[in-house]
């Protein structure tokens, strides 16, 4: 599986910005997809999952503000982030699960300026 994150970048708090991820090499509808970030010196988290039948979750502290979508004629996810906040600062990744093997985009840098 290859997963390709972009749009991430440096924005003012409350601002917003658009991720988007192109997946290839799986049955692209199948696979929940998830967005994760890490932000400097701290674990990485979950921030959302979209599944295959379009089911969503969010993370506590985004629920409100992000949404995760997917288009499955394009093999595409997006995570719409809306009134960014400092703390939200970090590398957002996307991610599946294939064979029971972990995948992983490069990462997509986003800053939130206070």
């Known amino acids: 599986v290859q997963l390709q994150a972009s749009g991430g970048g440096l924005v003012q708090s409350g601002g917003s910005l658009r991720l988007s991820c192109a997946v290839s090499?799986?049955?692209?509808?199948?696979?929940?997809i998830d967005w994760y970030r890490q932000a400097p010196g701290q674990q990485r988290e979950l921030v959302a999952t979209i599944s295959s039948d379009f089911h969503t979750s969010y993370a506590d502290s985004v629920k409100g503000r992000f949404q995760i979508s997917r288009e499955n004629y394009a093999d595409m996810v997006y995570l719409q982030m809306s009134l960014l906040k400092p703390e939200d600062t970090g590398i957002y990744y996307c991610?599946?699960?294939?064979?029971?093997?972990?995948?992983w985009g490069q990462g997509t840098q986003v800053t939130v300026s206070s």
């Open positions: 090499r799986i049955m692209f509808s199948h696979y929940d």
């Open positions: 991610h599946t699960v294939h064979r029971g093997q972990h995948g």
